[in-house]
């Protein structure tokens, strides 16, 4: 079968970095996504990953493990405008998304 | 400005009533997608279409419908709408349907059936 969890809720200081966690499990593997949602709008796409390692984008960074059927999405110098949940999604052999239920991420001063 | 439009942006809908959810997107993409999300839940794709003409069922396709006409539009129909349909409502498009293409999202219909 196919599942993906990543935790509820986590809460992190402003100026301090946060690494939230997604594990998967699947036959079939067509790259991971991860996507910033802040409360009553629409996602918004933040990385893909379909090879080992870690792809930095400023301040956001994604790591896969495919061995490992594991990622993290790495926050750095948290801002408060970085509240908001994140949701990774994998691409499955089929082309489609399996979303994980997001990680409501709440920073505080 | 290029994105997704969607319409309306929230309903109130009696039970049983049909209605019809609209999306356009004018970023010439070839797949789309409606999903719905659900509180503690991952969004869950009802319906898809990887190019125009052709459509798909997703994880929750029961009690939805779909059609894709042109490039442009994917409206998704409810023909007899149940409490258990009240969610908010994301289509999404894509350049294509595999590989790494992002999807874009709408602003979401927030739909309460009654």
């Known amino acids: 079968g196919q599942n993906i969890d990543q935790p509820t809720e986590m809460t992190a200081t402003e100026g301090a970095i946060v690494q939230i966690n997604c594990t998967y499990q699947t036959s079939g593997f067509n790259g991971l996504f991860w996507y910033q949602q802040h409360a009553g709008e629409a996602p918004t796409f933040l990385s893909y990953n379909v090879l080992d390692g870690l792809e930095e984008k400023g301040r956001f960074s994604s790591f896969l493990s495919r061995s490992k059927g594991y990622s993290y999405l790495l926050l750095k110098e948290l801002q408060m405008k970085d509240s908001a949940s994140y949701l990774c999604?994998?691409?499955?052999?089929?082309?489609?998304?399996?979303w994980g239920a997001g990680t409501k991420l709440i920073i505080k001063p | 400005i290029a994105g997704i439009t969607q319409a309306p942006t929230s309903q109130i809908l009696a039970a049983g009533r049909r209605m019809t959810l609209r999306c356009t997107q004018d970023?010439?993409?070839?797949?789309m997608y409606w999903y719905r999300q659900d509180l503690g839940l991952g969004l869950r794709l009802i319906h898809y279409?990887?190019?125009?003409?052709?459509?798909g069922k997703g994880e929750v396709p029961d009690g939805y419908s779909v059609s894709r006409a042109n490039t442009d539009d994917f409206p998704l129909t409810l023909a007899s709408a149940v409490p258990s349909q009240t969610s908010v409502y994301f289509c999404?498009?894509?350049?294509?349907?595999?590989?790494?293409?992002?999807?874009?999202f709408g602003n979401g219909t927030r739909l309460t059936v009654t």
């Open positions: 999604a994998f691409m499955d052999s089929n082309y489609q998304l399996i």
């Open positions: 970023m010439r993409h070839n797949a």
């Open positions: 279409s990887n190019t125009a003409g052709t459509t």
């Open positions: 999404a498009s894509s350049e294509s349907h595999s590989g790494g293409s992002p999807l874009h």
